[in-house]
């Protein structure tokens, strides 16, 4: 925790301006939506900083994302099985996906906490361009949509008709999203809901799948932070 802290210090200390004006847009549109503002929050890091995921590897995670999340609604296990062998996901589950995907009788809570993964997953698929927009985090994503394309064409289709947004977009979001995250927090700590309708469990989904994206201290997917 001390580490990451002296990270995030480091990285505000070199804020250039290309990040502080990102900042600022942020900023202003949390104002416009009447979204209270921490101007304490730093800026992220610039864009020459980070370096994106491959095409390849976000969209395997996609992948075995909207799986996982699939069974935590509900998937029958023999159905999950079928899927985890057609779409040759195996490798590509994290230690603790593994674990849910092959427990026959997963908890309650456990099946909840995988299901939320659809967001983290439709986070990505906007990454690979295949949702036009994120919008403001405040309603869960289109399950129906999502779940189609892990249905209507192979691994190696979906990959390839992907394109990666430019790290200047991904980055914008990742900032955004930060500042969304916050405010969310601060209301759960202050004992209120949400403001304007924020989603908490979408917000940290989204929060969750940028800050993987852009390589948040180079954490793998089961160790991402969120820090606010």
């Not at 069974?71 to 779409?87: F, M, P, R, W």
């Not at 195996?90 to 299901?115: G, L």
Request: aromatic share 8%.
């Amino acid at each position: 925790m001390i580490e990451r802290r002296e990270a995030i210090e480091e990285a505000a200390d070199r804020a250039t301006p290309e990040a502080l004006a990102r900042k600022a847009r942020s900023d202003q549109r949390l104002r416009e939506e009447g979204i209270p503002v921490n101007a304490n929050l730093p800026a992220i890091e610039d864009v020459r900083r980070i370096t994106i995921r491959s095409k390849t590897e976000i969209a395997w995670r996609a992948l075995a994302l909207l799986v996982v999340a699939e069974k935590g609604a509900g998937l029958d296990q023999e159905t999950v099985d079928e899927l985890v062998t057609d779409l040759d996901l195996s490798p590509h589950f994290t230690p603790k996906e593994t674990a849910f995907i092959n427990d026959p009788n997963p908890s309650q809570n456990d099946r909840v906490q995988f299901s939320w993964r659809y967001e983290a997953a439709w986070t990505l698929l906007w990454a690979l361009g295949y949702v036009e927009s994120l919008g403001k985090p405040d309603k869960i994503c289109d399950v129906q949509y999502a779940t189609n394309l892990i249905r209507d064409r192979s691994p190696k289709a979906f990959i390839n008709k992907a394109n990666v947004q430019p790290i200047e977009r991904i980055v914008e979001e990742a900032d955004l999203i930060y500042r969304y995250h916050w405010a969310v927090v601060d209301a759960r700590v202050n004992h209120r809901e949400p403001p304007t309708g924020l989603n908490a469990s979408v917000t940290l989904e989204r929060h969750y799948a940028l800050n993987w994206l852009i390589g948040y201290m180079d954490q793998d997917w089961d160790d991402v932070s969120t820090d606010t």
